[in-house]
């Protein structure tokens, strides 16, 4: 998909999920690797895993959408298609200075899908457009 | 989403290597292009190539009815055709946004091409960076959720006209170097020397990824037909450097 992770990172969660279905846990040498690729976001983004914070919205149409709860308490949808957050970070530095190559969000998101700790939300297909509405109105 | 395209621009040349109707879609494709370059004409091109390929219906997404409806390359407006190809209408950004936040809500077949004319118009309405990367990540979005409901091997192609300006400022460049991040096929529009009543372009197609440039001029007659020829055809046209002509130096500065 469009704005794809580098190889390298794309690696490291194709072995991460390897392991995971092999052993059921993370090897530390993997995790040394998301520390050392992501920094302080990886510590971040497994937080947000351990605490269940990822939820898959799907609805009747097969349309899905993910939320995250921040730290703060303030929800943020990702999107399951395409590397976007709704979170400031993701705007200013993955979008706007090009620093980092992921927010803790998305992160945590593809650390869930890895470990299959994502909680699933099923709502109707008009719950789902009012969800990718409402991030529309909080920016705005 | 190159593929359409190049067999639009291609038309009428017999053998194009590899040139095969595949149904992968590939990465979404950003056409850009000064005012008058013929964007819509090209896009309305691809809509019409893409109807006639069997693969489902074609959604123009669009603030306002065209004009009129461009010649073709020879194509012709097969009625066909062009019952395939839905308009919606979108005379803002808010329903705009409504529109792609609400796509699964619309009963019928699912499109296997989205096309958008005139992205620059919507960007201006709500210019911030983060208006513009939501609205470029729900049409990556939209069209992925179309590939979902036509089911395994078979993609939705999305295609997105943006006008550029011949005095682009910073923070055009920031937004174009956002877009190219979602979009990393492009089709650029570059005005070329024109004849009388002509308009000539010169079209430099990078598909993303791997995949080679490939370049055409095309031809806008007094009468608004369209001609299209490939560029490495032209005979005693001098040599080109392409990267100094076709890419305009602030865009190749932030191309990512």
């Not at chain 1, 072995?15 to 090897?27: F, G, K, L, T, Y």
């Not at chain 2, 056409?31 to 091109?45: C, I, N, R, V």
């Given at each position: 998909m469009a704005v794809a992770l580098p190889a390298v990172v794309e690696e490291l969660l194709s072995?991460?999920?390897?392991?995971?279905?092999?052993?059921?846990?993370?090897?530390d040498e993997h995790l040394l690797s998301l520390k050392f690729v992501f920094g302080s976001s990886a510590i971040q983004a497994l937080d947000l895993v351990d605490r269940q914070s990822i939820t898959l919205i799907s609805s009747p149409s097969g349309r899905r959408v993910y939320q995250v709860l921040g730290s703060s308490?303030?929800?943020?949808?990702?999107?399951?298609?395409?590397?976007?957050?709704?979170c400031p970070a993701f705007a200013f530095s993955v979008l706007r200075k090009g620093e980092s190559l992921l927010c803790k969000h998305l992160l945590a998101v593809y650390l869930s899908q890895v470990m299959r700790t994502c909680q699933q939300l099923c709502v109707s297909d008009k719950q789902l457009t009012d969800i990718f509405l409402m991030e529309k109105r909080q920016e705005t | 989403m190159a593929e359409t395209l190049r067999?639009?621009?291609?038309?009428?040349?017999a053998a194009w290597p590899g040139e095969e109707n595949t149904a992968e879609a590939g990465p979404p494709l950003l056409?850009?292009?000064?005012?008058?370059?013929?964007?819509?004409?090209?896009?309305?091109?691809a809509a019409l190539e893409?109807?006639?390929?069997?693969?489902?219906p074609v959604l123009f997404l669009t603030r306002r009815p065209l004009q009129s409806l461009p010649c073709g390359t020879g194509a012709t407006l097969d009625p066909m055709r062009l019952q395939k190809i839905r308009f919606q209408y979108s005379p803002s950004t808010r329903e705009l946004f409504r529109f792609l936040c609400s796509a699964h809500e619309t009963p019928g077949p699912a499109p296997s091409l989205l096309l958008l004319d005139g992205l620059e118009e919507y960007l201006a309405e709500d210019p911030g960076l983060e208006?513009?990367?939501?609205?470029a990540a729900l049409l990556l979005d939209t069209a992925a959720y179309f590939s979902h409901r036509l089911g395994p091997g078979r993609d939705c192609g999305l295609m997105v006209a943006l006008q550029t300006q011949e005095e682009a400022d910073s923070g055009d460049a920031l937004h174009l170097a956002l877009l190219q991040r979602y979009f990393p096929a492009q089709c650029w529009l570059q005005p070329d020397a024109s004849g009388?009543?002509?308009?000539?372009?010169?079209?430099?197609?990078?598909?993303?990824?791997?995949?080679?440039r490939t370049e055409w001029w095309v031809t806008f007659r007094p009468g608004g037909e369209m001609t299209i020829t490939p560029w490495h055809t032209q005979a005693g046209e001098p040599t080109l450097v392409c990267d100094t002509l076709s890419i305009p130096k602030e865009c190749k500065v932030l191309s990512l």
């Open positions: 072995e991460m999920a390897a392991a995971v279905q092999e052993s059921a846990r993370i090897p308490g303030k929800t943020y949808i990702c999107l399951a298609s395409c590397h976007y957050c709704s | 067999r639009v621009l291609s038309a009428g040349i056409l850009l292009g000064a005012p008058g370059s013929g964007k819509t004409a090209l896009l309305f091109a893409a109807a006639g390929e069997g693969r489902g208006e513009s990367a939501y609205l009388p009543g002509e308009h000539r372009h010169r079209v430099c197609l990078e598909p993303g990824g791997l995949g080679p």
